[in-house]
């Protein structure tokens, strides 16, 4: 069953590093933000250290209280060249990413074959309905 599937250890680590460094941006001690997560500090600790796996309504919980999209606390810079660049991403305008997104759609299909990113738009459409 794929729910009982344990999160990867490699993945645990990375969101750990991401929440600790979240935290530390904030200046919160870890009692500060255990409390504005509604967790216990030991759990909170576990959870920066990559002990544990975390929920998804953690993940929720985390984005909001520390004002980031969930998908920010799934990116790991230095882990690959796509999370890279969607570090890169983070930092840019609203103006900025609608002009990338301009050109990515003018693009598409010229230099990878035909459009490859057509089921992510329809399930961002699905995710809207």
């Known amino acids: 069953m794929l729910d009982s599937a344990p999160m990867d250890e490699g993945v645990k680590t990375l969101f750990g590093a991401r929440l ?22 030991v759990y909170l600790y576990k959870l920066e250290r990559g002990e544990i796996d975390v929920l998804l309504g953690t993940v929720e919980r985390i984005a909001e209280v520390f004002d980031v999209d969930e998908f920010d606390l799934l990116i790991f810079p230095g882990a690959s060249v796509r999370h890279d660049v969607v570090e890169q991403l983070r930092s840019m305008s609203e103006d900025a990413l609608r002009g990338l997104q301009e050109f990515l759609v003018k693009t598409r299909g010229t230099a990878s074959g035909p459009n490859q990113s057509a089921p992510l738009a329809d399930m961002s459409q699905t995710a809207k309905d």
Do not use: H
């Open 20 to 41: 600790r460094a979240l935290r530390t941006a904030k200046r919160w001690s870890a009692e500060r933000a255990a409390q504005l997560l509604g967790l216990s500090r």
